[in-house]
């Protein structure tokens, strides 16, 4: 290993395990009344909704289908370039599902806005967007959510899946490092 990987930033915790596993509960109970008597396509965006999603689709009521998506538009910074890359497309023909996105963060609201034209383009009857985190202040492109676990101050976050140069995705919290 080299001195870089070793090198351990401090990272504060912002959200437990209990408060995400409490969330996450509530939105599965939510978004299971609001698909009652539907199958939706659950889309998790990777890598980053991985986790998230793992643990949502196992608190859902309803019938599911799962496929992901895969986009990036962050290098090897903590800033986003704005370019948005398609990696790995849909497996599943979208016409006429229910789609429901799985993200783990909005920032810019750039990927997702990407994202969101990509997806109705291929024809679903519906399609919402459930986001773990929202970073409103960062902001740039209008978007609504229509499931927000939690809504964060202005900071770089890893854990639960989410990555800062591909590490500390395994953290089983929320954490700041900036
Ligand atoms: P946006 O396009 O700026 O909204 O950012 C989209 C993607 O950038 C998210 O899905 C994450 O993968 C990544 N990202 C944004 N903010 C953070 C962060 O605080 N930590 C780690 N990744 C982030
Ligand atoms: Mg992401």
């Not at 090198?7 to 959200?15: A, K, S, T, Y």
């Not at 008597?37 to 793992?54: D, H, N, S, T």
């Not at 689709?57 to 990036?72: A, E, G, Q």
Request: proline letters at 5%.
């Amino acid at each position: 290993m080299t001195g870089e990987t070793l090198r351990q930033p401090e990272i504060r915790v912002l959200l437990s395990e209990q408060q995400i596993r409490d969330r996450v509960a509530q939105l599965a109970e939510q978004i299971s009344r609001d698909y009652a008597g539907k199958q939706p396509l659950i889309v998790g965006v990777l890598k980053g909704a991985w986790v998230f999603m793992a643990d949502l689709v196992r608190r859902l009521t309803v019938p599911t289908r799962c496929d992901f998506i895969k986009l990036s538009s962050y290098g090897e910074e903590t800033a986003t370039t704005g370019r948005v890359q398609l990696h790995l497309d849909l497996n599943t023909p979208a016409e006429g599902l229910d789609i429901l996105v799985v993200e783990d963060i909005v920032d810019t609201g750039t990927c997702v806005r990407w994202l969101l034209d990509h997806l109705r383009r291929k024809g679903p009857a519906s399609i919402r967007l459930c986001a773990l985190l929202d970073n409103p202040a960062r902001r740039i492109a209008p978007i609504t959510i229509d499931y927000v676990g939690f809504t964060i101050p202005d900071c770089f976050v890893v854990g639960y899946g989410i990555d800062w140069k591909e590490r500390f995705r395994e953290l089983p919290h929320i954490g700041r490092l900036t």
